[in-house]
């Protein structure tokens, strides 16, 4: 009876390699189930609103003013040298910043930053300017603004 | 002559059908009772009487533990009237606040429920600090805690954009952009943890999910292993002998 027993048994070397080739499957279906779990949660179509913004004829924004547009998220500035966007979202931690016109600056509600007309800081916690967007005029005479890229300052658009 | 027989229940068939250790007041009857419920079974069936006083926890993880039966039993049924979508869940939450029968009274004790689970965790968390409960062989145990703690505070995030009002909506704006701290990874983080580049629909959605099935199901995983270490552990912690 033992006999027989040790006849049925495998061999050492056999069952080592069904534990090596078993583990190493499930560590590979692991890495693959990782990445397919990975590729699922980031989503592939993203319903957000596009980035170029319509921001309308250059009429409608008189000379030295800041307009915000809290819907997209950008003011648009008539300065003397011409138009330029501004991000109106604060680089600190992401909150809708608002033109103060009594105070001649930007100020964010949430943690106190505020900048300049041209989104250089002069107060509180953001680490960097305002970031300037990309502004042409379309075919039909209209301000658009690229909320998508950023511009080196003082790149103005005369119209 | 006794309306109810109790003693004559507990005989029943289908009592002892039910309650496989029957009645009997041996050491050995009421070991049983504890070891053969599986509820109970997580629990030491010996304590010493001591450490059931108030002074050595102060009840705060048996009162934490309370606070979050409170909590899933008053937020399943704010389930019912919730939807986690833009257009319905800040009306929802107003339906609930003004027009369902006692809505106004599960959100409140939902509310309040949750903000004291906070304050029980770190109540809790100090307690065992200060005794020293949390030293071998116990320290296992304390990690789990961390954990706990982790998961009650990001349960409080996540709840927190549900109502989808201005608060919410700028707390979790400002909360990812904290995530995107993180070197390296941060950004990837929070496109995951939204679901998109800003809080959306798609992020009211996954939040939604985290806050009524991933991080309870969590939480009711990692509790089961921390009361059961309890046991594991050597029962409550009884101080240490100069305390006696």
């Known amino acids: ?37 990975y590729e699922y949660l980031s989503p592939n179509v993203l319903y957000e609103p596009s980035p170029v913004v319509n921001a309308g004829k250059p009429d409608g924004y008189p000379a030295d003013s800041v307009s915000l547009d809290p819907q997209s998220g950008i003011y648009l500035v008539h300065a003397s040298e011409g138009f330029y966007a501004l991000a109106s979202i604060c680089t600190h931690l992401g909150c809708m910043t608002a033109w103060k016109p009594e105070l001649s600056m930007i100020a964010c509600p949430c943690h106190g930053s505020r900048f300049t007309r041209e989104g250089v800081k002069i107060a ?36 | ?19 496989r250790s029957g009645s009997g007041s041996s050491n050995l009857h009421r070991a049983q009772v504890i070891q053969q419920n599986v509820f109970l079974h997580l629990f030491s069936v010996k304590m ?13 993880g048996a009162l934490t533990l309370i606070s979050f039966v409170v909590l899933v039993a008053t937020g399943v049924p704010l389930m019912l009237y919730y ?13 609930l606040q003004f027009v369902v029968s ?5 959100r409140n004790l939902h509310r309040w429920s949750a903000h004291a689970m906070v304050l029980l965790v770190f109540a809790h968390m100090f307690k065992v600090f200060y005794r020293g409960a949390y030293r071998p062989p116990r320290e296992f145990n304390w990690g789990i805690g961390v954990f706990l703690l982790l998961i009650t505070l990001l349960l409080s995030y996540t709840g927190y954009l549900l109502p989808w009002d201005q608060l919410a909506f700028w707390a979790v704006t400002v909360g990812s952009n904290i995530a995107r701290a993180v070197p390296l990874i941060g950004g990837k983080m929070r496109f995951l943890l939204l679901g998109g580049h800003t809080v959306n629909a798609n992020a009211l959605l996954r939040f939604y999910v985290l806050h ?16 059961w ?11 240490r002998e100069s305390d006696k």
């Open chain 1, 124 to 159: 509180g916690p953001a680490p960097r300017p305002l970031p300037w967007l990309r502004v042409w005029m379309s075919d039909e005479g209209e301000l658009m603004v690229d909320r998508s890229t950023i511009v080196v300052p003082k790149t103005y658009v005369r119209v």
């Open chain 2, 102 to 106: 006692s809505g106004m009274f599960l």
């Open chain 2, 83 to 95: 939807h986690p979508s833009v257009p319905q869940a800040y009306s929802d939450m107003k339906d």
């Open chain 2, 48 to 60: 010493r009487s001591r450490v059931l006083d108030f002074r050595p926890t102060w009840y705060l």
């Open chain 2, 229 to 239: 270490r309890i046991r594991k552990d050597g029962g409550l912690y009884p101080g």
């Open chain 2, 212 to 227: 009524c099935v991933i991080l309870p199901l969590a939480a009711v995983a990692l509790v089961s292993i921390h009361f």
């Open chain 2, 1 to 19: 002559m006794p309306v109810l027989d109790l003693p004559k229940i507990r005989e029943s068939k289908v009592w002892r059908s039910i309650f």
């Open chain 1, 1 to 37: 009876m033992a006999e027989e027993k040790n006849k049925n048994a495998l061999p050492d070397s056999s069952r080592r390699r069904f534990v090596l080739v078993g583990m190493s499957s499930l560590a590979l279906v692991g890495v693959g189930s990782a990445i397919a779990g």
